[in-house]
């Protein structure tokens, strides 16, 4: 019904900068929230950002003033620039969204398959 597809992870020196992308496809009515999670190895799963759909948004303290999240509607896609990267901002990226399918027309809760951020000199 809804397939999330991430792109533009990678590997980055310390201090540099990446931008994430996360479109999402198919029959679909409307899109509530659109966040960004990431987990590192051995650690716990980490809301990192999230924006509904009037464009408030939220960040985790440890990357506030670092990251931005924003989202176009029109394309169903939602972004996550992330500046001045350090070494423990290395995880896989995983995009989340809720969204109605015009199928069910009521919010469903998808995941993308997730995309390596890795942070190193």
């Known amino acids: 019904q809804v397939q999330l597809v991430e792109s533009g992870g990678g590997l980055v020196q310390p201090g540099g900068s990446l931008r994430l992308s996360c479109a999402a496809s198919?029959?679909?009515?409307?899109?509530?929230?659109m966040k960004w999670y990431r987990q590192a190895p051995g650690k716990q799963v980490e809301l990192v950002a999230s924006v509904i759909r009037d464009g408030n948004t939220n960040y985790a303290d440890s990357v506030k003033g670092r990251f931005t999240i924003s989202r176009d509607n029109a394309k169903n896609t939602v972004y996550l620039q992330m500046n001045s990267l350090k070494p423990e901002d290395t995880a896989v990226y995983h995009c989340?969204?809720?969204?109605?399918?015009?199928?069910?027309?009521?919010?469903?809760?998808?995941w993308g398959q997730g995309t390596q951020v890795t942070v190193s000199s």
């Open positions: 989340y969204a809720e969204a109605i399918p015009r199928a069910l027309m009521t919010a469903q809760a998808y």
């Open positions: 198919g029959s679909i009515f409307t899109i509530n929230a």
